[in-house]
């Protein structure tokens, strides 16, 4: 299941759309609890990945705001856990 909920998170942060590689922003509309009910994770499961994501720096997260600084690496990530490409 860890292997899917963090999937499922790099998938979230993937998705959004692009028109470039460069840096990108999103904002969370929801609660994190809302998000992670989505995802099927806990909110705690959340918080894990997104530090995992923080201290490989790849996304910085201030709040409801994400700032996601490695778009392709973590596609990257997604393809490597998955097998199959975005």
Request: glycine content about 4%.
């Amino acid at each position: 299941m860890e292997n899917y909920a963090s999937r499922s998170t790099e998938v979230l942060l993937a998705g959004v759309p692009m028109f470039s590689n460069l840096a990108a922003s999103i904002v969370l509309q929801a609660s994190r609890v809302t998000v992670t009910a989505h995802l099927g994770i806990t909110p705690e499961h959340f918080s894990r990945i997104l530090h995992e994501l923080i201290d490989s720096e790849l996304i910085v997260v201030n709040s409801k705001n994400i700032r996601i600084l490695d778009l392709p690496e973590i596609k990257r990530r997604v393809d490597l856990t998955s097998g199959e490409s975005l």
